[in-house]
C-alpha cells in the first residue's frame, strides 16, 4: 500500500526567504503525487499535482514541485514566501488510475516577520 | 460555480450521544469523500461514494459511523455514540466521475469541514 512521509511538522521561516517543504512516498507501483494547502478555518485545496511527464511542476502562488523517483520524493518549494502563505501543507499520493488519495500529516509553515 | 457545503461548521456534544454532518458536493460531481481529521494530523479516508454506491469504507468504524448518499447527490455522516476520540474536523470533498472523461485525478474539491468536539 502506498503511504505519505512529511518529514517536518513545522517550518518556521523568514518573510521573502526561500521554503523547501520535505515529503517522501513509498509505492510499488506508479503513482500520482499532489500538494494540498489548507488555510486556517479553511478546507484543503489543490495546491499543484504530478500526474507524469516533466518532473518539475508548477502550482498556484508560485509553488512548484519536483518529482525525484530514484529517492521518491516529491519536495515542495517557493524562493520567496510571503506571509500571505501561512497555511499548513499536505502531501498525497495515489495509486495510478485509481481516485483514492492518502494523505500524510502536514507540515505547518510559520511565516516571520 | 458553488463550492462544497458542509453543515454545522461546529458542533460539541457529550460522549455516548449522537451528531449528524451534512454535505452537500458540487453539482456535477459524481464522487463524494469524507474525511476524519484529527488535531495534528492529516485527513483520513472515511469513506467513498461513487454517485450512490460505496467504493471504499475500508476504515469507517461501522460499529459507531454510518453514511448514506441516497440521491447520489448530498451526504450525511452519522456517530452514535460518540466517543472522546471522535472530536475531530470532519472534511467532505468531491471530484469528478472516475470513468469521465473530464475526470482529473487527485483534483478533490473540499469542503470547509465540520468540527466535533465530544466532552
Known sequence: ?113 | EAGVAQSPRYKIIEKRQSVAFWCNPISGHATLYWYQQILGQGPKLLIQFQNNGVVDDSQLPKDRFSAERLKGVDSTLKIQPAKLEDSAVYLCASSLDLAGAQWRPGELFFGEGSRLTVL
Open chain 1, 1 to 113: 500500500a502506498q503511504s505519505v512521509t512529511q518529514l517536518d511538522s513545522q517550518v518556521p521561516v523568514f518573510e521573502e526567504a526561500p521554503v523547501e517543504l520535505r515529503c517522501n512516498y513509498s509505492s510499488s507501483v506508479s503513482v500520482y503525487l499532489f500538494w494540498y494547502v489548507q488555510y486556517p478555518n479553511q478546507g484543503l485545496q489543490l495546491l499543484l499535482k504530478y500526474l507524469s511527464g516533466s518532473t518539475l511542476v508548477k502550482g498556484i502562488n508560485g509553488f512548484e514541485a519536483e518529482f525525484n523517483k530514484s529517492q521518491t520524493s516529491f519536495h515542495l518549494r517557493k524562493p520567496s514566501v510571503h506571509i500571505s502563505d501561512t497555511a499548513e501543507y499536505f502531501c498525497a499520493v495515489s495509486v495510478e488510475g485509481y481516485d483514492k488519495i492518502i494523505f500524510g500529516k502536514g507540515t505547518r509553515l510559520h511565516i516571520l516577520p
